[in-house]
Nanobody
Framework: QVQLVESGGGLVQAGGSLRLSCAAS????????SGWYRQAPGKQRELVAT???????NYGDPVKGRFSISRDNAKNTVYLQMNSLKPEDTAVYYC?????????????WGQGTQVTVSS
């Protein structure tokens, strides 16, 4: 089992920045990939960014060049630095962890944190 707790959401003006944090606990050694997804009202949940245990990052097209994902293994925490925010970035942001134990894979979600970008 893995528990994820997000923090850092809030209200920001367009063009501003926010940093989200996701602290993991539990069986953290089983985490293969960590990431962020978001869901806006009336829309499907979409990929924001992921980062593997080895540090390889992947980004959704809408955020490329503006967002950056990183991890601090000593703190068991993954960060999402969001710059040049746009109103269309408004959504609930969810932390995600994908684990693998032998041949069994699972994924876990945090409770979500609201990000609102005003125009």
């Amino acid at each position: 089992q893995v528990q994820l707790v997000e923090s850092g959401g809030g209200l920001v003006q367009a063009g501003g920045s926010l940093r989200l944090s996701c602290a993991a606990s539990g069986n953290i050694k089983s985490i293969e990939t960590s990431g962020w997804y978001r869901q806006a009202p009336g829309k499907q949940r979409e990929l924001v960014a992921t980062i593997t245990r080895g540090g390889s990052a992947n980004y959704g097209d809408p955020v490329k060049g503006r967002f950056s994902i990183s991890r601090d293994n000593a703190k068991n925490t993954v960060y999402l630095q969001m710059n040049s925010l746009k109103p269309e970035d408004t959504a609930v942001y969810y932390c995600n962890a994908q684990t693998k134990v032998i041949l069994t894979t699972n994924q876990y979600w945090g409770q979500g944190t609201q990000v609102t970008v005003s125009s």
